[in-house]
């Protein structure tokens, strides 16, 4: 047995065995808040000291890589660069969340609900998850994989009275069942071809060869569902807005990543991978992207609207995969690393942008009691580093520099241009395609950021708000997202070593040349300085002029007029109109104007709407069809409890004919 | 010797199959468990063991005191009128008994050139099931399926028996068991049902499908 990580070793044991501990205090302590401050506080050591042990590993600590790092004395559980990397990403979303989990269920505590069964199932889930991407053997893997479905499922139930959360997380649970039964199938292929249930014994000789397409389609819809691109994104719009804050938070910036996580590691075991299965991805991926933010550009609900999107963001990791695979099929290292690389980064972007916007949102939530953009405004006056976090989530998810999203983005642009380079032939016509997708889709990003800013934070208040608070605890967890924002921006050389040895560790080859430790980093760091000092120099320069000449103040959006009532301000929805309807189909967007042009007009009004296409056109009449077929076999339902024994009997004797013919 | 006693308990089988008393099945049950015990008590008497012992005394006493008695004391108890209600004519149901038992008989021995098993402890336990799922299928009365029930667990015993010569003790000891229980809870379920719905036929309980 190889035991290399010795000295993290116990670390990370106990790093496990104290977070397991936090559900103690809620078992022991009648006292509601005392027994939730005890276990989240035991929670949150736990979670640090993982932090730490996966930080002191070898992925970190500079030193190469041995190909099986294996803990607790067996290869059920194995610690190499991929499972590492998620790790790290887990543990890093999860502490933040688990400081804002002190003010968040406080709200809770103060409303006399219960919540120490939410409390454990949110442990539960957290260490599944870290279970989910250390697993190295199958049945293990499905096995935390299926305890956190359903712990985040029951996690979610915690309003449970509210019709929308059944509603909700009955889609997120209808989905989780349907990519587990494909998963089952997945990997009891894979056992059927190499006999054995270890991940890292799966690698596909040249007589399985013609496997690799079934599996890859397996993977592609199981994980897929699960990461949420678009024909299988259906559940997660309805289900991250009713979840609470923090779990949506951990949902969206953690746990669709384990479908990422799940592709990536099939990648591992599907070599030599042909080139259609690149394509495959990167065409649904840009499909993901575009409507992905356009669906979000239509929303009111801002959980709905963050949710949409979390898909926008999977389907820019998507396209780096695609583009990985596409490298590797061709086999050109280069384009590998840039491709992944771009992947691996944009993942753990999106899980600090995504938990950092929808934790704020959650503040906003509890101090209006609404999720609605078109009744928020004016909240800069109320909470100004609220603002100022916000906007820092929103400019690092549109992919603006100077903050962390601008990276991974820029990484996967290097990619289409080197693929683009290397591959000569229709290549460059095609990506050429795809970076103005990809454009497209930050253009659209920044048009729905720019209508969340200044319909929430700007303008004046459209609903009387008496008190607005904030704790220190939100402070502190929005805090620490929003500087690794900044960090990752201005100071990616760590991170890009990371990932580079992630891709260097079961993805190419080592000796490989690094496309991505040799781009100029330096240089993006000089530049993002010299923009933030020439926006401070703006800034002096701005305070002086107002200094010397005054200043001359109105309510926002007045436009020159002069008694100005909330009503009159310009909505989200006709800020967003005009893109919205150019993809009306699609979206399923339709207005409703009723405005009368009489001499005496009545109050006139506007409405407008937007549901999902996949939800319904395709998934529910699809559900009511199945229960259509169902019901025409309902003639075997009978009152009696002596057919169904026939029936039995019926079912034995066909069994029995079965196995006597085959003997 | 097994099969002599396997013999006889195909026997009980016909009686049970023509039959229209309740107390007849009562009967069969525990002749049943008395053949049942001496079954599995034989291997264990000439190099006697005390550990041989253990499972046979229990089976007697669960299966021929204990079961039996508890299902006397419902029909005591609640009343129940002493005849079965069956559903086919008895003639009928003889004939279909011995029609299933033939081509079980037939089937076991072809498997017994593939295979080596005891042919006729493996067929008479296969029976005991089917049967036990014919009682329960054309009988209307709930007593009548507990006891339908019990001879289905029966012939599963003695197919264990057939199957492997040796069981493992825990597995025997989870067997009875767990007839145990469900004779427990039908017994409270049809003194629960006699309270509230009025009859013991099964027919009444389709009124309470949800």
Known sequence: MNNSLIP????????????????????????????????????????????????????????????????????????????????????????????????????????KRSIKSFVTFYIILLISTQFVVMANQAILFLVSWEVMSM??????????????????????????????????????????????????????????ISLIPILFILSFVGFGIKAGFMPFHFWLPQAHPIAPTVLSAFLSGVIIKTGIYGILRTFQFLKPIPEWCGWLILVVSIFSAIFGVWYALAQHDIKRLLAYHSIENIGIIGIGIGIGFIGSANNLPVIEVLGFGGALLHTLNHAIFKSLLFLGSGVIYQNLGTRNIELMGGLVHRAKYLAILFLIGSIAISGIPPFNGFISEFIIYTGFFQTAKELKNYYPLLMLLFVVGLAFVGGLAVACFTKINSIMFLGTERKEVKHFHISVFDYISLGILALLCIVIGFYPQPFIGIVNKVISNGFVAANSPSALLNMNWLSITIIFSSILFGVIVLYFAKMQIHKRYGRRTSAAWSCGYENQSPRMQYTASSFADELNTIPKTILLYNKKVDSSKRVIPKPSSFESHSSDFVDNKIVLPGYSLLGKIISKIEFLSRTDIRYYIAFILVMIIIYSFIAFLWI | MGNVLSILFCLSLFYVSITSRVKGYVTVLQIQGVLLSLIIVIPFIYPFSIYGIILPATLLLVKVFLIPRYINKIILDLDIRRVIDPTIQQFSFLLLVIATMVVIFVVSNILSQSTELNVIPFASGFSAIVIGIYIIMFRRKLIVHVAGFLILENGIFLFGTAVASELPMMIELGTLLDVFVVVFLMGIAINKISTTLDGFDVTALGRLKD
Do not use: C
């Open chain 1, 8 to 111: 993290g070793n116990y670390l990370f044991i106990s790093a496990f065995v104290i977070q397991f501990l936090a559900i103690v205090p809620l078992t022991i302590l009648k006292n509601e808040k005392k027994a939730f401050v005890i276990s989240n506080f035991i929670l949150l050591i736990g979670l640090v000291l993982g932090l730490i042990s996966t930080l002191s590993s070898k992925l970190f600590s500079f030193a190469s890589f041995s190909s099986n790092d294996t803990l607790l004395f067996s290869n059920w559980i194995r610690l190499d660069g991929l499972g590492l990397y998620f790790l790290f990403i887990i543990q890093l979303v999860a502490i933040p969340t688990v400081i804002y989990n002190f003010s968040y269920l406080q709200h809770y505590i103060d409303q």
């Open chain 1, 151 to 208: 712990s985040a499922y029951l996690g979610m139930l915690l309003e449970k009275e509210k019709e929308e959360v059944q509603k909700g997380s009955f889609y997120y649970f209808v989905a989780s069942h349907l990519l587990v039964f494909i998963l089952y199938i997945f990997f009891f292929l894979l056992h059927h071809q190499t006999n054995s249930w270890l991940l890292s014994d799966y690698h596909l000789t040249a007589a399985t």
